[in-house]
């Protein structure tokens, strides 16, 4: 198991893990201009205390999916695809795949992960303009602070 949880090897290990699903473009952060599709960390929220002697962090990283909206069915049947619970293009199974009795999950970056739900499915404008059909999926990760 981890020691402590790292924020960094966090992020790089939600990027590996979704990088198994072919031809999905993947970032351990908020990309300048995503090349659809892809895949990114875009929030984060710390749950310090999750034990009372402090020593059990709580995280839930949002991730955001991107796809193309060249074509208004093509698009969103994709999109659907990578939220499926499980498949080859299944985020939630790629994602939850890393989890190993021994090492712990994401590459040995934490303790476990969950993927606990998807939202906000819809249009998303990126800051450079640009419009994609996306989604935010809800991560759920536990480890011990430092």
Known sequence: MPSTVDIPAVYRGL?????????????EFV???????????????????KSFAGGM?????????????SDDRS????LQN??????????????EATRTPAAGALGGACHDVHVRKAGGIGL????????HFGADIEVYIIGRGD
């Open 124 to 131: 998303y404008e990126h800051p450079m303009g640009s419009f």
């Open 82 to 95: 990578y939220l499926k619970r499980t498949g080859s293009t299944s985020i939630k199974a790629a994602l």
């Open 15 to 27: 990027k590996t893990a979704a990088a198994t699903i072919t031809g999905l473009r993947c970032f």
């Open 31 to 49: 990309p300048d201009a995503p090349n659809p599709p892809s895949f990114f960390p875009a929030e984060m929220e710390i749950d310090y205390d």
């Open 57 to 69: 962090e709580a995280w839930v990283v949002t991730c955001r999916v991107l796809v193309p909206r």
């Open 75 to 78: 698009g969103q049947i994709e």
